[in-house]
């Protein structure tokens, strides 16, 4: 897959690029929104055509028991990035928390189809390198939209090359196989969103902007665990 890799370092490079070329304000955080707006609808129209109805294909077949088995494995190989990156942001014990629940999913939740960490006191967190980044110092940059993958900034954009799921490619053979591994986890995240897709529909006049801003709001919280500070202009 030299070529697969290639092409993501590629992409990676042109969007750090752009970051560097284009700074964002409060006031104007979307500066590339006619290119976003595009690419949003490009998503929409390949969610309606294929990962819609395979997901709800997937919801019908799959039992729920299953569905949470499949949900589990993916979230226990999550762990390793977030354990990482919690010991990069300076939470050396959430870091070894998150990498003890990979462990132990990992062997007595039969590779991560049972959550066994949780009960035991290991707390899930979620953490990439972007929100590593944000707590470095380093600011979001413009709104970005990506074909296929959605929203993301200047900032998280060019972090998604470092997340371990990247690499996990390396040792998936037959090809066959990880574009299988692939396609599941793809359509077991559309399946997810079923419940937030009702909200959208029910709270937006215009979806972009909804879906926009509750990202970057949300992106915000992330990087400081929930607890943001608050906008200069507001004290």
């Not at 990962?51 to 949900?71: C, D, H, Q, S, W």
């Not at 959430?94 to 990979?102: A, E, N, P």
């Not at 900034?153 to 299988?180: H, K, M, Q, T």
Request: some cysteine.
């Amino acid at each position: 897959m030299p070529l697969l890799r290639f092409a993501r370092i590629a992409v990676a490079l042109l969007v750090a690029a752009l970051a560097t070329g284009c700074a964002t304000t409060r006031d104007n955080p979307d500066p590339w929104e006619g290119f976003n707006r595009k690419s949003y609808a490009f998503n929409d129209a390949v969610d309606r055509a294929v990962l819609k109805p395979v997901a709800t294909g997937y919801v019908k077949v799959v039992p729920a028991f299953a569905r949470e088995g499949v949900n589990n494995f993916f979230d226990n190989l999550d762990d390793i990035g977030t354990g990482l990156n919690n010991i990069l942001q300076g939470k050396p014990r959430d870091g070894v928390s998150d990498l003890g629940r990979f462990v132990v999913n990992s062997v007595f939740g039969v590779f991560g189809l049972w959550d066994v960490a949780t009960p035991l006191g290991l707390e899930k967190h979620n953490e990439d390198f972007g929100q590593t980044l944000g707590v470095w110092g380093v600011q979001s940059g413009p709104y970005l939209v990506l074909p296929l993958l959605g929203p993301s900034s200047a900032r998280d954009a060019p972090a998604r090359i470092v997340d371990p799921s990247w690499f996990y490619s390396e040792y998936v053979n037959p090809e066959s196989l990880y574009w299988g591994v692939w396609g599941l986890d793809k359509v077991r995240i559309r399946a997810n969103l079923f419940q937030a897709e009702g909200v959208l529909k029910e709270a937006a006049l215009d979806q972009y902007s909804f879906v926009r801003d509750a990202w970057l709001q949300r992106r915000r919280s992330q990087v400081y665990d929930g607890n943001p500070p608050r906008p200069k202009e507001d004290d």
